[in-house]
């Protein structure tokens, strides 16, 4: 199972918005609608931040949101704060049973 | 309050083995399929295995199979990852997760291991 695409850094500015994209394929992002994402600061345990493609949990601020087209998954973080500043993972169920990540990538805002 | 606590982790040479423990608490242990996931040092997150509410069924990442296994004991709230034959490659941060299904919504804080010799 080949890991899910994301760019390696995006970055902006403090109120701005930003997108990360993760790419799959059809056998796991295309196929379900079984997208979540997790958000890690330096040093700290992974939070997740959405699961299956929008859903928010509990607690999480309306700010971030997700969506999906074909088989590329995307989040979005708006009104960007500087506690948004982290490592951003994707991941998707796959018609394995299994899960697999993207690469993550590293959210700077400036 | 849901808490995960691992251990195990530590030092191993490289063809050694090692059991992880993850205690649970704050929720019904059984209720729930329960994951592994591992993060190299400075590196991004890997699926390592998930198991079902009574031990089965069980999954792992195509790269483990053969050399770990997972387990559970829902009497004792403990989640086991029981490594074989390991490799320096196998160096990570071992998560223990919950969550069925697609994805994990508490994550313990990790134990280490480090394969070398």
């Known amino acids: 199972q080949s890991a899910l695409t994301q760019p390696a850094s995006v970055s902006g500015s403090p109120g701005q918005s930003i997108t990360i994209s993760c790419t799959g394929t059809s056998s796991d992002v295309g196929r379900y609608n079984l997208v979540s994402w997790y958000q890690q600061h330096p040093g700290k345990a992974p939070k997740l931040m959405i699961y299956e493609v929008s859903k928010r949990p509990s607690g999480v601020s309306n700010r971030f949101s997700g969506s999906k087209s074909g088989n590329t998954a995307s989040l979005t973080v708006s009104g960007l704060q500087t506690a948004d500043e982290a490592d951003y993972y994707c991941?998707?169920?796959?018609?394995?049973?299994?899960?697999?990540f993207g690469g993550g990538t590293k959210l700077t805002v400036l | 309050e849901v808490q995960l606590v691992e251990s195990g982790g530590g030092l191993v040479q490289p063809g050694g083995s090692l059991r992880l423990s993850c205690s649970a608490s704050?929720?019904?242990?059984?209720?729930?399929?329960m994951n592994w996931v591992r993060q190299a040092p400075g590196k991004g997150l890997e699926y390592v295995s998930t198991i079902g509410t009574y031990g089965s069924p069980t999954y792992y990442a195509d790269s483990l199979k053969g050399r770990f296994s997972i387990s559970r004991d829902n009497s004792k709230n403990t989640l086991y990852l029981q490594m074989s034959s390991l490799r320096p490659e196998d160096t990570a941060l071992y998560y223990c997760v919950q969550g069925g299904g697609s994805y994990g919504l508490f994550w313990g804080q990790g134990t280490l291991v480090t394969v070398s010799s």
């Open positions: 991941s998707s169920y796959t018609s394995s049973s299994t899960w697999v």
């Open positions: 704050g929720f019904i242990f059984s209720n729930y399929a």
